[in-house]
């Protein structure tokens, strides 16, 4: 029975080394094989040209290269690409680049579906089917940086883990993406251009602090009322929000870095002046600001657009109190691209 090949990208760059001198190599070449792997990103052996033909063959013969592949690409009228990216086993996960005036950001996903059920969401629509790898991860970005050159004419600035996925519910892999994509061998970029966007994983984000991270947190949050939240999202029968609460009280107590909360307004869920108030309370815990984000229906169910005169009172209340605020338009709605919409549908 032949012996299923190990993907050469979960070894460490010492396994690597360890591996060479076992087959009689010297320790070097594994740091060669590691930088094409991470910081030049290739993902065939026979493209290290700087490793004799003898080495790659048995590089060959000995591992794969499990890299994802764009399996269709869609173009917004805004500019907006969204990656519909096939991963080596089969399943299909979604990522976006998202182009203003000033940077590109990558959208990426972390799981294939999601472990839990906001009911607002398409994706959470689609069970989880098992957490990505680190490489999977690091390979959305390093597509969405070529697009955003090739398409754009400028690199990628931003990465936020806000696709298909809870994050803080793959966190190993998660964290091990975001160090190959910072660190001076993988990608090089700064961890203060990442953010990760979590529905509110209390335990998680309490760890994320004593692991000392430092990208930038956003919590998905959409209301400050208990009863409400669960409503919209059930998972929060369990994450409370007085968990929810301490748990960012300990992370800004440790990192001394704001928050940023999520925030859609919806019509007859979240719209009235207790809600705003609840919230500008909730907001008192930390320093904070607030992202209202334009709703993008995936159906023509119970979540609907608040009317304008209630972002209004959103936001004039929160000015009132000093909370900074600002209103995200959504971008990529024609291709079912923006946020909420991840759905495997292209």
Not at 14 to 21: G, S
Not at 64 to 82: F, P
Request: with cysteine; net charge neutral.
């Amino acid at each position: 029975m032949v012996s299923e090949k190990k993907d050469i990208r979960a070894l460490s760059k010492q396994e690597l080394r360890d591996f060479f001198v076992s087959i009689g190599d010297q320790a070097f070449r594994g740091n060669q094989v590691y930088e094409w792997l991470w910081n030049k990103g290739i993902h065939n052996f026979e493209d290290m040209t700087n490793i004799s033909k003898e080495t790659r063959t048995h590089l060959e013969q000995n591992f794969v290269i499990n890299h994802i592949e764009v399996d269709s690409l869609q173009k917004s009228n805004d500019g907006t690409i969204k990656n519909a990216v096939k991963l080596h086993d089969g399943f299909v996960v979604e990522s976006v680049l998202i182009p203003t005036k000033s940077r590109t950001t990558a959208c990426v996903s972390s799981q294939v579906g999601c472990s839990l059920d906001c009911k607002f969401c398409a994706t959470s629509r689609l069970k989880r089917m098992r957490n990505l790898n680190p490489d999977e991860i690091f390979d959305q970005v390093v597509a969405i940086h070529k697009e955003s050159l090739l398409y754009h004419d400028k690199p990628l600035s931003n990465i936020v883990y806000m696709g298909m996925g809870e994050p803080l519910m793959n966190y190993k892999n998660v964290l091990e993406s975001v160090k190959m994509i910072t660190s001076e061998e993988g990608l090089g970029m700064s961890p203060k251009r990442i953010t990760l966007s979590t529905s509110g994983v209390p335990k998680m984000i309490k760890k994320l602090a004593d692991d000392e991270v430092k990208f930038n947190l956003a919590v998905s949050l959409h209301s400050a009322i208990q009863e409400t939240r669960e409503q919209i999202m059930p998972f929060a029968k369990s994450f409370t929000l007085p968990d929810l609460r301490e748990s960012l009280e300990y992370w800004y107590a440790k990192t001394n870095r704001r928050i940023t909360y999520e925030y859609i307004v919806w019509n007859n869920i979240n719209d009235t002046e207790k809600d705003v108030d609840a919230l500008v309370q909730f907001c008192q815990s930390v320093p904070c600001k607030i992202n209202l984000i334009e709703y993008n229906p995936i159906d023509d169910g119970e979540f609907q657009q608040a009317a304008n005169s209630a972002l209004d009172m959103y936001i004039n209340k929160l000015e009132k109190n000093k909370i900074p605020v600002t209103v995200r338009r959504s971008r990529g709605k024609d291709i079912d691209a923006a946020c909420g919409q991840l759905a495997n549908k292209s």
